[in-house]
């Protein structure tokens, strides 16, 4: 087998969102970088490939953008 038939490995696309949360312990606005963005059953869960890295309940979240 040549390096020619080996199929090349695809590198997640990491995109930018902004994300602000506020609740009444704390307050948080930063950049998160993240393959892909689910909204499930009152959550908003933050991806890198296969992996969760972040989960934030929605009703802390005050705003998310998607930068890129």
Same mark, same amino acid.
């Given at each position: 087998?040549?390096?020619?038939?080996?199929?090349? &490995? %695809? $590198?997640?696309? *990491? %995109?930018?969102? #902004?994300? @602000? /949360? #506020?609740?009444?312990? +704390? %307050? +948080? $606005?930063?950049?998160?970088?993240? &393959?892909?963005?689910?909204?499930?059953? !009152?959550? &908003?869960? +933050?991806? =890198? !490939? =296969?992996?969760? +890295? *972040? #989960?934030? #309940?929605?009703? @802390?979240?005050?705003? *998310?953008? @998607? /930068?890129?």
């Amino acid at each position: 087998m040549s390096a020619s038939d080996v199929e090349p &490995t %695809q $590198e997640p696309v *990491l %995109q930018v969102y #902004r994300i @602000h /949360l #506020r609740s009444d312990e +704390f %307050q +948080f $606005e930063s950049e998160v970088r993240a &393959t892909q963005v689910d909204r499930e059953d !009152g959550w &908003t869960v +933050f991806w =890198n !490939g =296969n992996d969760v +890295f *972040l #989960r934030v #309940r929605d009703e @802390h979240i005050v705003s *998310l953008e @998607h /930068l890129d």
